[in-house]
């Protein structure tokens, strides 16, 4: 018995390498990656990161995929292939929109459970799926609904732990036509997590195994590629700050949803309310994050304490001396500076070496001081918001 499950498996992970849904979204990071050099080389006349750096963090929905894969193996939480086929067209459409949070699982599974529902004992003919939809009994909205939950969990755990990292700083003008610096971040997460399918002959490992069935189907494992997609804007505050508390909420959020979902499988009409529910909280709290950004005053805006820093580039000087997004330079080499012009000039006065006064997000006066070789005195590696420009931004 263990070793056809083991045989299963390795040949439900193989499947992952056959859905197109896994390439489509490589190719999607790597334009979305392609958009935000092309918009930081216009601000900053630099690029920041990588075009590649959204792909890069694909691989970071791993370790949700092996707990969530160790959860759906565990219970036997089965979806039939008519959701996962129609999920993964519904997510194709969600990249093409290029609004990144609708690539979230609450918009995805919300709309797929949908079209199940209305399809569902329908006389419809849909040549492609119309062998997957005679398969379909009503017990499968309960259970997507308790996928849909758990990767809601999984969003705001992601969120939280990579959603405030390599954040792009964007410059804006505000409706006072004040020039402010913006940062935004947006990700797209692959989830390959194994759920199970009608269909297979697999023995029960437990007498009370699956949890959640659908119907009298026996059941097989598939590796099936979901993506999570996300993306927020912060002007209000640090976006470590703001990403952090959203994180949390969306995961809270879906512990909700995961509990309604699951009593939901013993009285199926929750099930309807939870999908509802979520997609209007999920809304709610990308709204009321935006409308609470948006009282707030522009952190990163001219400053009379000195030249606030808007953001770092890696690996520059600047990165290695351990200046900070937000922080703002007071004096240069003894000379006190106010303007990014008067910074320049303080940097000329020792072309060997420079010392920083800086005071850090927590209001505190250090001081920075390192060797400078040729040519560093002019690429720092700074970026700031400049009051005399209105449209685009310079580096430091």
């Not at 797209?188 to 009608?198: E, Y």
């Not at 500076?337 to 072309?351: D, G, K, P, S, T």
Request: proline residues 5%; glycine residues 8%; positive net charge.
């Amino acid at each position: 018995m263990t070793t056809d499950w083991l045989i299963a498996c390795l040949m439900g992970l193989g499947k992952l390498f056959l859905h197109p849904l896994l390439y489509v979204s490589i190719a999607y990071c790597l334009f979305i990656g392609y958009l935000r050099v092309k918009r930081e080389r216009h601000d900053f006349n630099t690029k920041i990161y990588s075009f590649s750096m959204e792909l890069r963090s694909m691989p970071q929905g791993l370790i949700g995929g092996l707990i969530l894969s160790f959860l759906t193996l565990a219970t036997g939480l089965a979806i039939p292939l008519a959701a996962m086929s129609i999920m993964a067209v519904v997510t194709v459409l969600a990249m093409l929109s290029m609004k990144k949070r609708f690539v979230s699982p609450v918009y995805t599974m919300g709309l797929t459970f949908f079209i199940l529902f209305f399809l569902y004992d329908k006389d419809i003919e849909l040549t492609l799926f119309q062998d997957a939809l005679n398969q379909l009994d009503r017990s499968v909205y309960p259970t997507l609904v308790i996928l849909m939950g758990l990767l809601l969990i999984a969003e705001g755990f992601l969120i939280v732990a990579n959603g405030s990292k390599k954040v792009s700083p964007h410059l804006e003008v505000s409706k006072r036509g004040q020039p402010i610096g913006v940062y935004v971040s947006q990700r797209v997460w692959l989830i390959p997590m194994f759920v199970m399918i009608p269909g297979g002959q697999l023995p029960a490992p437990f007498e009370w195994y699956p949890v959640f069935t659908i119907g009298d189907m026996s059941l097989s494992p598939i590796v099936l590629p979901i993506l999570i997609g996300f993306k927020q804007k912060v002007h209000g505050t640090l976006p470590e700050l703001a990403i952090k508390a959203q994180g949390k909420k969306v995961g809270a959020l879906g512990i909700v949803i995961t509990v309604l979902a699951a009593a939901g499988y013993w009285y199926p009409p929750l099930a309807i309310i939870t999908v509802v529910l979520a997609i209007l909280g999920r809304e709610f709290l990308h709204h009321s994050q935006k409308a609470m950004d948006q009282k707030l005053p522009f952190y990163f805006s001219k400053s009379k304490l000195g030249v606030q820093i808007l953001g770092v580039i890696p690996q520059s000087p600047a990165d290695k001396m351990g200046l900070q997004k937000g922080e703002v330079i007071s004096k240069i080499n003894g000379v006190v500076v106010r303007e990014e012009e008067e910074l320049y000039r303080a940097l000329q006065i020792n072309r060997a070496h420079c010392k920083l006064e800086v005071i850090d997000n927590n209001e505190q006066i250090r001081f920075v001081q390192r060797a400078l070789f040729d040519g560093e005195h002019y690429e720092l590696g700074l970026l700031f918001v400049d009051d005399q420009l209105k449209e685009s931004g310079q580096v430091g």
